[in-house]
């Protein structure tokens, strides 16, 4: 298994280009399920869960070429030969029940496994399966499967999610294109990655209003067409690096970065002294003078904080003058990566869905293991700011979601490297 080792070093410098967003391009693949014309992703992300997702579909009788080294992939579901997601491959992966609306939709049915336990929490799939209830289907639950039938197709219906659920708006905004009538999908998340699936099905003749609102109409139609996409920038990716600087100083320029993309980690990244400006190429950032400023997070749903860069966040707390509260409201369980940071010399305090992050002038380099994705890159960026190394172990979970890490991060200085099979 690979490590990362990385030298905490002076500051940084140089553009870092931002790939295709990992969680759009997860759920735009599986749109390729609700049309038998071909669908062609460009700007997508070289990653092993797209690689994931495209085995999942390959087992499901799609065709998934990935062309100019996995940057466009050109899909095709012409003939599905199973309508069954095997839980060999959902088990590694939980977006890949985004595959489940597709299905009913095109072919009335859809046999998928559940995702089963994840390392952030328990993360059940009811209101994905209230929603495609309300629209008609049958689920039953048989042998760690989802079973699922509309065999007279799906209708449209008013549905309100006790909860805006990214993958389920995606699940039931997918399933409710092919559907009789209007579906009126009530306290949908309004996530940029669902603005831009959208994008997507409206390319390939779907009838969508209301993306990026609470409220999402969706006019049913007879059949979709092939259409080319071009996948959103990724926000998590952008954020990430966006600490970068912040944590180890200088000033970088995130190619393709866009401030809407993020609102309210701009406006907690500012108010800690981190200056941000918009530039003809994207978001240009910089160090502040002296220690960041201690800030309280809480994560929400779009437009509020992103959960997935509360981990980021918290090792450049760990940095920051003053104490930092950090409030995790979207997952239980999302702070393993405070006891790494603590060996690193951070001073946490977790208690249920709350730390206090008090700021060390210094965090100091420490072998430690990263648990899930976005907590191995936190380990990273702290180790970029820590006196002496930091060997990042288990990075399996980083190339999940990050392309070149290590490639991204030395360009702009930083002294990173990959270690083979450690
Ligand atoms: C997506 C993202 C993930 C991000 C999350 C929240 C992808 C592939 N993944 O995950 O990176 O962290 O949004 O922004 O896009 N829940 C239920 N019942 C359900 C569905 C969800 O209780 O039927 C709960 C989950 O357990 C969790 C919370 O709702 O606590 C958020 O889940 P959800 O918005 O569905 O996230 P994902 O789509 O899984």
Not at 115 to 138: F, K, N, Q, T
Not at 209 to 237: C, F, K, M, N, P
Not at 362 to 376: C, Q
């Amino acid at each position: 298994m690979d490590a990362i080792l990385v030298r905490g070093n002076g500051p940084l410098k140089g553009a870092i280009p931002i790939a295709g967003a990992k969680n759009a391009c997860l759920t735009l693949m599986p749109a390729t399920l609700l049309s038998d014309e071909p669908l062609t992703l460009t700007n997508a992300p070289r990653l092993s869960d797209i690689k994931t997702m495209t085995q999942l579909l390959q087992s499901l009788g799609a065709e998934v070429t990935s062309l100019q080294g996995g940057q466009v992939l050109a899909m095709s579901s012409h003939d599905l030969t199973t309508l069954t997601a095997d839980y060999e491959i959902v088990r590694k992966m939980r977006a890949s029940n985004l595959v489940l609306g597709p299905l009913l939709a095109r072919a009335g049915r859809a046999i998928v496994s559940l995702p089963g336990g994840c390392a952030i929490g328990a993360r059940p799939m009811d209101i994905h399966i209230s929603g495609l209830e309300a629209l008609g289907a049958v689920i039953e639950l048989k042998d760690g499967y989802l079973h699922a039938d509309a065999p007279r197709g799906l209708k449209g219906a008013v549905i309100e999610q006790r909860f805006a659920s990214v993958g389920a708006t995606e699940n039931i905004v997918m399933a409710a294109t092919l559907a009789k009538g209007t579906t009126v999908l009530k306290n949908a998340a309004r996530e940029p990655e669902i603005v831009d699936l959208v994008k997507c099905l409206r390319a390939m003749g779907a009838q969508i209003e209301g993306e990026g609102t609470g409220t999402i109409t969706i006019e049913g139609v007879d059949r979709l067409h092939g259409a080319t996409h071009q996948v959103v920038s990724d926000r998590i990716e952008l954020g990430t690096y966006m600490i970068a600087p912040a944590i180890a100083g200088g000033e970088v320029e995130l190619l393709g970065g866009r401030r809407d993309l993020l609102p309210s980690f701009c406006d907690k990244l500012e108010a800690a002294g981190v200056h941000i400006e918009e530039t003809a190429k994207g978001l240009r950032v910089a160090h502040a003078t002296g220690r960041v400023q201690a800030v309280d997070v809480k994560t929400e749903v779009f437009p509020g904080f992103p959960t997935d860069l509360q981990a980021q966040m918290m090792a450049l707390l760990c940095t920051a003058h003053g104490t930092s509260t950090l409030e995790e409201t979207i997952f239980e369980n999302r702070f393993m990566h405070a006891p790494e940071l603590m060996r690193m010399g951070a001073k946490i305090d977790v208690h249920g869905g709350h730390a206090t992050v008090t700021g060390v002038e210094r965090l100091k380099g420490a072998p430690v293991m990263a648990t899930d994705l976005r907590a191995s890159v936190s380990l990273i960026l702290a180790g970029l700011a820590a006196e002496g190394e930091t060997l990042v172990r288990r990075v399996y979970h980083l190339d999940r979601g990050y392309e070149r890490v290590e490639e991204k991060l030395s360009a702009v200085g930083a002294r990173i490297e990959r270690i083979k099979g450690e």
